[in-house]
Structure formats: C-alpha cells, structure tokens
C-alpha cells in the first residue's frame, strides 16, 4: 500500500541551452524506486549519461526481487555505471561522460538510499530539515577537514568539482545506508540536483517544505525559487510526502530466517501503474536512444544493451524449497466389531459398512438428504394451513397484533426512506462545500506561487552580505532605494536580523513594493477566510 504523495518538477533554467538532467519514479517488486542524476560531460555526453542512469537503475529492480534493499541499491548503481562506462569507451566523442546520482527505495513504509556525486536527499520531521546525504566534492572534503566551513563552502571557486561520478571509471564507490530509516507521518524526502541547493539556502528549502500547498506545487515552487535566484543551471526536485502511516513499522530488512536455518524470501508485491516519467521514453532508452551525432558508423546501439545473464545483475537468489507437511498418520485399527469394517466415503468422512445381511440406514446419502427436504417442506405447508384454520380463525391468535406489526414495518420502512433521501441530501450539500473549498485552495496555492515569483519581479538587484552592506540605510541610499523598502522585500524587522535569520544574499528594490505585495496578501487573507468558513460549514 502506497502511504505518501509524490510531485515532482525539472526545468532548464535561463542559461544552459539542454537539460542534462533526468529523473524516475516506479514501482517494482521490490518497492517504489526514486532516482535523480545529474549530467556531465557536455550537453549531449551529460544528458545521455544521466539517462542512461535513470534506466539502468530501472531495468536492474525491474529484473528481478532481491530480499537485501541495501545490496540491491549499491549494486544498481555500481550496475549503471558500468553501462555508461562502457558506452562511452564504445562512442567516440563520449570519452569522460558522467553523472551525479541520488536513488531512494520504499520497502514496507521503510527508506533506503544510496548516492554518487553532489545530488542530495534531505529530509523534513518535526525537527526540521536535515541533509541525508553528503556531497562527494572536493569543499565538501575540505568542510570535513576543518578547511572551511559550511557557510565558506557554498560560495567557494571549486564547488562544483566533483571527487565521484557514475561513467568516469570502470569501477565507482557508492555510499549506501547501513539501515533504514523509518519516516513519521508528515516527513518529507527531498531528492534534488545541486541547481537547487547551489542557489537557494536549505532554511529557505525548509520554509517551501512548511508551506500549506500540495508536494507537487511545491516542487514547482523550489524550482521557481532556483530560477529566480539566477537559474545558472538545470534544477531538478523530486518530493515524497508520507501520510497514514501504521501505528507498528516492519523492522525486517526483507528476509527472514527460518528454523531450519534457510532464507526465506517475501513475496514481493504486484508490480501496477506508478508511473515512470523518466526523461526516457521507455526501459531501454537509456541504452539505444544515441542518435548519429552521438554514435559513430559502425556502432550499433546493441552494444550497450545488458542481457539479463550479463554479469551486471547479481546472481537470482535461491530460496530453499518450504517445509513439506507430513501427511496426517493414519489411524491403525486392531480389530473390528464382528463384521463390520471401516471405509472412506467421497467425502473423506470415515463410515462404518455393515459386511452381513441386515440393512443399516445412511443419513449422509443423497436419496435421504432429498427425502429430509421433501418432509420438511410437507410439515411447513400444512402447518402454516393448521395455523390459519384453528389459530387465526377461532381467535387463538390475535390479527390485532399482525395488523398492527404490519404497520410498524410500513412505518419503519417509511422512516427509513425520509432518513435516506435526507442523508443523501447532506452528502451532496458536504459534496458541493468540499469541490469549492479544493477550487478555493488551488486559488490560494496559486495566488502565493505568484506572490513569491512577484517578489522577486521587482526592478531590483541581489547583493551579497558582507561588512559593507550591512548598513541598510547606507547602502539604501547607494542603490537608490529605501531602507523600508529593502526591509519589507527581505521579510527584516530591522537591519539586526540580518545575522540572527544568517542571511546570506539581499534583494535591494529599486521602487515601492508595498502596494502590489498589499493586494496579494489581501487576495491570500480573503481565500483563506472563505476556506475556513466553508470547513466550520461541514463540521455543524
């Protein structure tokens, strides 16, 4: 059972000409699979290599089921990189083609992960957000290292130079979960490539994950946020929301033992229609889907095409054949009474046969079980005739109260009938007040998509925090702006917040936002009044 909500969205961006990357969503049998990779190599190289990913991964759950979800997500994506690997030694022009690579498994309302590169996986509980994930780049380690800091190393020269990659060398090292984690109800899962957290703070990430809209807009939403902070590169989000999660998570990593020591495996779910918007058309996209330019003559596209015997899959896990009931022991009878002997009838219920001449009645035959039905039906019949003659005539038995019985059931009947008509006059009144306060809420998911992207259409220009700039009213003055302007834009009280909220980019207006901003918010006021009032409507 699929306990979550997914949404998920992809954009260019406003420099890069292609996006290079790609992104899947299935279920398999061995659970729902979520994979984003990021491209590198050149717009053709990137892009075919990060599809190539995403399919891979696809084609290896999709093979067969593997009872460890942890060994199956390190050995997927080793199996990826080996397919880019070897397509790029075979197509010239793809020598050094790459991709970054994030993969989350949902086993039995249970997370696994395994990544390569700097796409990341974060998560969002009670606690707040938090990074799964750690970046395999080179400021990453120089943070672990005591280098640099956190804060140093999102604006350090080198942050893009990657230490992994899939398709780079013929063997890569996946860093997998040693265990699951079991998500609460309401966590969020956060799959995305680095144009995001390159550009938009993770406390800025964390406030869209709070936001009271539905995962999908609020994957749109991130990547808005991420084009509107310059959009230098391709941004790509995936988000799984969890909901209605048991009271008791299975703690079984997918096998089991039994007491004879053998593995026995689960079996594994029906593989049924979640989708697959990979950036590929279909499974072996990844594979075949290079066009002249990309493949030189002479190359055919089946040379990247795994067989299932390849030795990229693991080899089919043996389950051990189940523990043969023993037939029930037959009864062992020493001795019948005189001559009578035991037998099994069709039914396999033990009977007693008489072997000498008298006649013994079966009860269990079908000329007697007809001949039972044929006497019950004779004493029903002249019964009820007994009962009208004697009873009802003579007066024995009261027609009063038949009479009055019948009409309690009229009226009961009646009852019934009104208490229907007025239920099903209420379910459509809580119909009709439900379908307008989901059109009400899609209004206000929309009006606060374009309050965010108004805020950020303003003529304005974002400047860095430093020392210098955090003399609002003087940089104000400067830019030719106004001090409660800059305030309002940046959701500041005062020019203190700057290093209490940790605020790292300011956006200076150029004019007067305050009017525009005014008449979202009421917009924004008004559609949440209307929601509320229409939700205290369905609980009178």
Not at 48 to 61: D, E, G, L
Not at 239 to 245: A, C, G, M, S, V
Not at 294 to 307: A, C, E, H, R, Y
Not at 480 to 488: A, D
Request: with cysteine; aromatic share 8%; hydrophobic share 30%.
């Amino acid at each position: 059972m699929k306990n979550f909500h997914f949404g998920s969205h992809t954009d260019i961006g406003h420099v890069r000409k292609q996006n290079e990357d790609s992104m899947g969503y299935y279920e398999t049998s061995n659970g729902y699979v979520f994979v984003v990779c990021d491209g590198m190599g050149g717009a053709a190289g990137g892009s075919t290599a990060s599809r190539m990913a995403v399919n891979s991964i696809k084609t290896f759950f999709q093979h067969q089921y593997y009872p460890n979800p942890i060994e199956a997500i390190s050995q997927a994506i080793q199996y990826a990189n080996q397919q880019i690997f070897q397509a790029a030694q075979k197509a010239p022009g793809m020598q050094g083609m790459g991709t970054t690579c994030v993969l989350m498994l949902v086993r039995n309302d249970q997370v696994y992960y395994g990544h390569v590169g700097d796409s990341r996986l974060y998560r969002l509980n009670q606690g707040g957000i938090s990074r799964v994930t750690k970046d395999h780049s080179f400021v990453q380690a120089l943070v672990d290292q005591g280098v640099i800091s956190d804060e140093e190393a999102e604006t350090h020269p080198r942050r893009n130079e990657l230490l992994r990659a899939l398709g780079t060398q013929p063997v890569t090292e996946v860093e997998v979960s040693f265990s699951p984690i079991i998500p609460d109800k309401n966590d969020i899962f956060l799959l995305c490539t680095d144009g995001l957290n390159g550009l938009v703070h993770d406390k800025s990430i964390e406030g869209t994950l709070n936001s009271p809209i539905d995962v999908e807009h609020k994957a749109i939403k991130l990547v808005q946020m991420a084009n509107n902070l310059g959009g230098y590169d391709n941004t790509t989000v995936q988000l799984i929301e969890f909901y209605n999660l048991p009271d008791k998570h299975k703690f079984d990593s997918g096998e089991q033992k039994s007491i004879l020591g053998g593995t026995l495996i689960n079996n594994p779910p029906p593989t049924s229609g979640f989708s697959d918007v990979s950036s590929a058309d279909d499974a072996n996209a990844g594979f075949n889907d290079f066009s002249p330019e990309d493949v030189s003559q002479g190359t055919s596209s089946s040379d990247f095409i795994p067989s299932p015997e390849s030795e990229a899959y693991p080899p089919t896990p043996k389950t051990p054949n189940p523990k043969r009931q023993e037939p029930r022991a037959k009864r062992d009878y020493d001795h019948y009474e005189d001559d009578e002997e035991d037998y099994q009838d069709s039914r396999g219920s033990r009977k007693r046969r008489n072997r000498g001449s008298g006649f013994r009645l079966d009860i269990d035959s079908p000329i007697m079980q007809v001949l039972g039905r044929l006497v019950l039906v004779i004493v029903v019949f002249y019964g009820a005739q007994w009962l009208y003659k004697y009873a009802v005539k003579e007066g024995i038995i009261n027609t009063g109260i038949v009479d009055k019985t019948k009409k309690w059931w009229q009226d009961g009947e009646e009852t019934i009938n009104n208490a229907k008509n007025k239920y099903n006059a209420a379910k459509k009144r809580i119909k009709d007040a439900q379908d307008f306060i989901n059109s009400t809420q899609k209004s206000l998911n929309n009006t606060l998509l374009k309050l965010d992207s108004l805020r950020n259409k303003f003529n304005h220009i974002t400047v860095q925090v430093t020392e210098k700039t955090k003399d609002l009213k003087k940089l104000a003055e400067e830019q030719g702006s106004k001090l409660e302007w800059i305030l309002e834009v940046n959701g500041l009280k005062s020019a203190d917040e700057i290093e209490t909220k940790n605020i790292k980019k300011l956006i200076i207006p150029k004019e007067n936002p305050k009017k525009v901003i005014d008449k979202l918010d009421d917009l924004k006021q008004k559609a949440q009044k209307t929601i509320a009032e229409e939700s205290a409507k369905l609980k009178q």
